[in-house]
């Protein structure tokens, strides 16, 4: 375990659907992020909530939607995704007073 | 727009062998962290650099940042199999105001032939 936790791992689902990610982190860190890993791309930054607050919001298709309940929970609800939105998401977290960001194992998102 | 990259992209070593992997980034940055991310894992936060011709050193593996604070190295002494993965670099530009916005590299994949 990371200490950061990601659910479901795997997720397979049709371009109709409507589905979450889950992102939990007990690090006491009070930036939490979502990143798009795809192939032969460098990491994608999607969104940055600091303190439960959304500081960034990196152009991202209305399709992908953040919630933050709180500094230790981070959400992605999905809805209408494409196929090329098919990628491994990660959730990471970092604290401002010490360097480094811990990830979490990343959700496999297939998309047919 | 503010990037980094990486190379080279893939490397094959024969075990024992070193291997060398450069960052260079458009802009300056304020600091450089160093991730692995093993084969159908997730990166997982190594090191980072802070100060203008830093040198820093794990074990096996060497991490320099440059004077100018636009270019790191990692340096890997005497390959295992265990170090396969790939290497990202990724800094905070100067300007930044915080390490919540950094910029990643592609990476560098390195295979390690036993």
């Known amino acids: 375990e990371t200490g950061v936790t990601q659910t479901p791992r795997h997720l397979v689902m049709g371009m109709t659907n409507k589905k979450s990610l889950k992102c939990e982190q007990h690090?006491?860190?009070?930036?939490m992020y979502w990143y798009k890993q795809s192939a032969k791309k460098p990491l994608e930054l999607m969104f940055v909530?600091?303190?439960?607050?959304?500081?960034e919001n990196n152009s991202v298709p209305s399709r992908f939607s953040p919630e933050c309940p709180n500094s230790s929970h981070l959400f992605l609800h999905l809805h209408t995704l494409q196929p090329e939105d098919s990628a491994l998401y990660l959730c990471?977290?970092?604290?401002?007073?010490?360097?480094?960001?811990?990830f979490g194992s990343g959700t496999r998102l297939t998309v047919v | 727009g503010q990037q980094v990259m990486q190379i080279p992209q893939y490397q094959h070593v024969q075990e024992g062998e070193d291997f060398t992997t450069y960052c260079n980034s458009s802009?300056?940055?304020?600091?450089i962290q160093w991730y692995k991310q093993r084969p159908g894992g997730h990166p997982v936060f190594l090191i980072q650099?802070?100060?203008s011709g830093e040198v820093k050193k794990q074990k096996r593996l060497t991490f320099q940042f440059g004077e100018a604070k636009k270019n790191s190295s990692l340096h890997i002494t005497a390959t295992q199999t265990t170090d396969v993965g790939t290497y990202f670099c990724?800094?905070?530009?100067?300007?930044?105001?915080?390490?919540?916005?950094?910029?990643w590299g592609l990476g560098t994949s390195l295979a390690v032939n036993p």
């Open positions: 990471a977290s970092s604290s401002d007073r010490y360097y480094g960001y811990t």
């Open positions: 650099l802070v100060k």
């Open positions: 990724a800094g905070t530009p100067f300007n930044a105001g915080n390490n919540r916005k950094l910029i």
């Open positions: 690090l006491g860190h009070n930036a």
């Open positions: 802009t300056t940055l304020s600091n």
């Open positions: 909530y600091n303190f439960k607050e959304q500081t």
